[in-house]
């Protein structure tokens, strides 16, 4: 958890999987790339930190045979890349069968995912577990009119905000004519409303992380961002959800789904 090079901590990442010869890169969206030695990990207190520094634990990570020997580095395709969390759907297509992946985020977590989408987080404090796929199946029973790709694009944003500490809060409400009854006011800086889709993926984010609600309607499109939820004298003062943007997720909650990710 505590690797630094020059004084900083960075992030790496390791791939376990079944063997190298099974690990084929034509069944992923990546490559390979042979090492000229094999490296087998061994426990010590003396880690190689120049070795382990030139992985990223994103873009790139070493693979590892059962018998904990390193053949060589898998780089995801630069389609893939751009995502900062190793818990996300992207890597359900550099992780197959019994593979697992590790990766460290700088020197505060080690995270291990594996691909059927369980995840293991350990903060140095304790363990935390989430089941990816569970997740995704609650969600696409919630939202039965979303594509697969944009309720990828979705769950990639919820954990994208989760593992980058942005706070967001996204409402796909059951229908548009909710949207001024529980909000009051919102913003649309298009003339059209925008489908989610890749190529619109950075502006996805930005808006995500944005003061006020982002609104997503049924058909996956981006109706508006900075909403604000009139949740003045129509929210119980006992609630048990504390802070604006819980009574916030819960006033807006009223009306279709509310998901709301805390900083």
């Not at 409402?171 to 009854?181: C, Q, S, T, Y």
């Not at 003061?211 to 900075?226: F, P």
């Not at 119980?236 to 279709?256: C, E, Q, V, Y």
Request: net charge neutral.
């Amino acid at each position: 958890l505590t690797l630094t090079f020059e004084d900083r901590s960075f992030n790496t990442g390791l791939i376990l999987t079944h063997s190298h010869q099974a690990y084929s890169a034509e069944k992923r969206e990546g490559s390979l790339v042979s090492l000229r030695d094999s490296v087998r990990i061994q426990p010590t207190q003396q880690f190689q930190k120049r070795f382990w520094y030139l992985v990223d634990g994103s873009s790139c990570f070493y693979v590892s045979d059962r018998k904990l020997r390193i053949n060589s580095m898998f780089f995801l395709d630069p389609q893939m890349r751009g995502t900062s969390s190793i818990s996300t759907f992207f890597l359900k297509k550099a992780l197959h069968d019994l593979d697992v992946a590790f990766r460290t985020i700088q020197g505060k977590e080690m995270v291990a995912v594996a691909a059927s989408g369980e995840e293991f987080t350990y903060t140095g404090t304790q363990w935390h577990f989430r089941d990816y796929r569970r997740i995704r199946r609650a969600l696409a029973d919630l939202l039965p009119t979303f594509s697969d790709q944009t309720l990828d694009m979705l769950l990639e944003l919820v954990f994208d905000q989760m593992s980058n500490r942005h706070g967001s809060l996204i409402w796909i409400p059951d229908h548009e004519e909710d949207i001024p009854r529980l909000t009051v006011r919102s913003t649309q800086l298009w003339q059209h409303d925008i489908t989610i889709e890749p190529r619109y993926g950075g502006l996805f984010q930005r808006l995500a992380s944005s003061d006020g609600a982002l609104i997503i309607t049924r058909n996956g499109q981006i109706k508006a961002c900075g909403a604000v939820a009139n949740i003045s004298g129509s929210m119980d003062s006992n609630s048990p959800l504390i802070g604006s943007g819980g009574l916030a997720a819960l006033h807006l909650s009223r009306s279709g789904l509310a998901i709301k990710v805390s900083q």
